[in-house]
T-cell receptor, first 112, second 117 residues
């Protein structure tokens, strides 16, 4: 039973570029949450998708957007990249909004 | 609004010694509380969770945590450390409410646990 899978594992982008990160939830899960983990910090909530809609959002600018597909997979898009966007981006899936989160291994984004 | 404070960014113990990782929280609603572990280059793995049932919560790998409302604490303990416990540990509180127990987790900054032979 595959867990949460994220792609790519590593990514290097230049300031001002756009990036798309992908996440496939654990089998049977229908809710996807995205977190940003800067070096030496705890993860910070970006947003959560349920039934293909963004349900709640953390304190992130509109440059951060997402999408959830009918098969429950999800994408995180970041536009106009800044150096400060360099971080580990974690996807977590769950069954509904009350079951525990299962995290993927993350995508390491480096912005130069 | 909710927040988490983890006391001690780095804890070092000897193998076989007691592990105590401290977490204090604040929450405007009855909290859901979690401890996660992160090994190098990996995502987070749930150790245990408190969701308003028993105040002493047992998790995986011999860890447990006690919810103390009067102290707004949720400290993580393990009686005897093992080398494989070396990792970073994160305490988290959920926004909860109608959003559900896994909604909008707020994490502490983490505590790096080192286990010495």
């Amino acid at each position: 039973d595959a867990g949460v899978t994220q792609s790519p594992t590593h990514l290097i982008k230049t300031r001002g570029q756009q990036v798309t990160l992908r996440c496939s939830p654990k089998s049977g899960h229908d809710t996807v949450s995205w977190y940003q983990q800067a070096l030496g910090q705890g993860p910070q909530f970006i947003f959560q998708y349920y039934e293909e809609e963004e349900r709640q959002r953390g304190n992130f600018p509109d440059r951060f957007s997402g999408h959830q597909f009918p098969n429950y997979s999800s994408e995180l898009n970041v536009n106009a990249l800044l150096l400060g966007d360099s971080a580990l981006y974690l996807c977590a899936s769950s069954l509904g909004r009350r079951s525990p989160l299962h995290f993927g291994n993350g995508t390491r984004l480096t912005v130069t | 609004a909710q927040s988490v404070t983890q006391l001690g960014s780095h804890v070092s113990v000897s193998e076989g010694a007691l592990v105590l990782l401290r977490c204090n929280y604040s929450s405007s609603v009855p909290p859901y509380l979690f401890w996660y572990v992160q090994y190098p280059n990996q995502g987070l793995q749930l150790l245990l969770k408190y969701t308003s049932a028993a105040t002493l919560v047992k998790g995986i790998n011999g860890f447990e945590a006690e919810f103390k409302k009067s102290e707004t604490s949720f400290h993580l303990t393990k009686p005897s450390a093992h080398m494989s416990d070396a990792a970073e540990y994160f305490c988290a509180v959920s926004g909860g409410g109608s959003g559900g127990s896994n909604y909008k987790l707020t994490f502490g900054k983490g505590t790096l646990l080192t286990v010495n032979p």
